[in-house]
T-cell receptor
Framework: GAVVSQHPSRVICKSGTSVKIECRSL??????MFWYRQFPKQSLMLMAT?????????EQGVEKDKFLINHASLTLSTLTVTSAHPEDSSFYIC??????????????FGDGTRLSIL | AQKITQTQPGMFVQEKEAVTLDCTYD???????LFWYKQPSSGEMIFLIY??????QNATEGRYSLNFQKARKSANLVISASQLGDSAMYFC??????????????FGTGTQLKVEL
């Protein structure tokens, strides 16, 4: 089945550091990738939608300059948390989807990244 | 207003019994899709089952079935013959179109299922 790889799985770093998270689709071309944030025992909140070759569409309340998204190829999207602070600590998870016309195609999720900012 | 509502924060079921996890949704779009995902404690999201708004029959995938009641806007997940490995958080999600093309998933708050011996 479709596989999405997300790295790193866990990051612990100091306040002020920028952290890059990678999301790769391993066996299909992901025209669209999604980035979610999940706080403990809460639901997934969509942060942004990333289409290959174009600027990401951010959800209301998500800072574009804080969470930089790049989707340079059909198999790779990156999320960079710039100048991370303790309040950015969370579980970040990406998902990928193939052809947009196939509405019943599920989003395939990466295993997530636990980000802890000290 | 919440678009996806899961009213059961937690559910317990005995092994080998069936359990129903509730999900109601709200949309004015005639074309939509409903998904269920399982999230174990390790964090990954596992796709379980899909129901399209125009599908005439309830979706089934192995031990999972979706009780789709369109008029009531509900899409409950039924897990038959529960196993210990079914213990996890379960999320209901709705795919809906967005302005400018494309679509996105909106997730409910989840139901934590615990399967007991």
């Amino acid at each position: 089945g479709a596989v999405v790889s997300q790295h790193p799985s866990r990051v612990i770093c100091k306040s002020g550091t920028s952290v890059k998270i990678e999301c790769r689709s391993l066996d299909f071309q992901a025209t669209t990738m999604f980035w979610y944030r999940q706080f403990p025992k809460q639901s997934l909140m969509l942060m942004a939608t990333s289409n290959e070759g174009s600027k990401a569409t951010y959800e209301q309340g998500v800072e574009k300059d804080k969470f930089l998204i790049n989707h340079a190829s059909l198999t790779l999207s990156t999320l960079t948390v710039t100048s991370a602070h303790p309040e950015d600590s969370s579980f970040y998870i990406c998902s990928a989807r193939g052809r947009q016309g196939a509405g019943n195609q599920p989003q395939h999720f990466g295993d997530g990244t636990r980000l802890s900012i000290l | 207003a919440q678009k996806i509502t899961q009213t059961q924060p937690g559910m317990f079921v005995q092994e080998k019994e069936a359990v129903t996890l509730d999900c109601t949704y709200d949309t004015s779009d005639p074309s939509y899709g409903l998904f269920w995902y399982k999230q174990p404690s390790s964090g990954e999201m596992i796709f379980l089952i899909y129901q399209g708004s125009y599908d005439q029959q309830n979706a089934t995938e192995g031990r999972y079935s979706l009780n789709f009641q369109k008029a009531r806007k509900s899409a409950n997940l039924v897990i038959s013959a529960s196993q210990l490995g079914d213990s996890a958080m379960y999320f209901c999600a709705m795919r809906e179109a967005v302005t400018g093309g494309g679509n996105k998933l909106t997730f409910g708050t989840g139901t934590q299922l615990k399967v007991e011996l």
